[in-house]
């Protein structure tokens, strides 16, 4: 079997599905196969990217180049002058400048108070030292 000159991997972790990286799958293989390139590029839905701020993410393969913050125009524009001309598109291209502080995802449990109270019996080491 021919391996495919690109792999392009389409993030569908929690945060880049719910930015609509799912709906952005039948754009992209629609986009491939107008181009005729369905025999050049494998296209992979994978897990998170780490990218989730800038979600929804694509990386193409060899390289890796990484998008962001993709519309269907972007997945257009990356099958036709990537994909096919071989030139990344700068403008959908990931960029460090743009990325904010990372958030937490999930929020951290309720701190126990009497777990910080130097008297609290959880302390078994303690036991007899009063």
Not at 50 to 66: I, L
Request: with cysteine.
């Amino acid at each position: 079997m021919e391996q495919a000159r690109y792999r392009v991997h389409l993030c569908c972790g929690p945060n880049c599905t719910r930015a609509g990286s799912r709906a952005l799958l039948p754009v992209l293989e629609a986009a491939i196969a107008a181009q005729g390139l369905t025999a050049d590029v494998a296209v992979q839905e994978t897990s998170c990217r780490n990218r989730c701020e800038q979600a929804p993410s694509v990386n193409v393969y060899p390289g890796p180049t990484f998008y962001n913050r993709l519309t269907p125009d972007g997945i257009r524009a990356i099958v036709r002058q990537h994909l096919r001309a071989g030139e990344p598109v700068r403008a959908w291209c990931y960029r460090t400048d743009e990325r904010p502080r990372p958030q937490p995802r999930f929020a951290p449990p309720p701190r126990d108070t009497a777990a910080t109270d130097e008297s609290a019996d959880w302390r078994w080491w303690k036991k007899g030292e009063d």
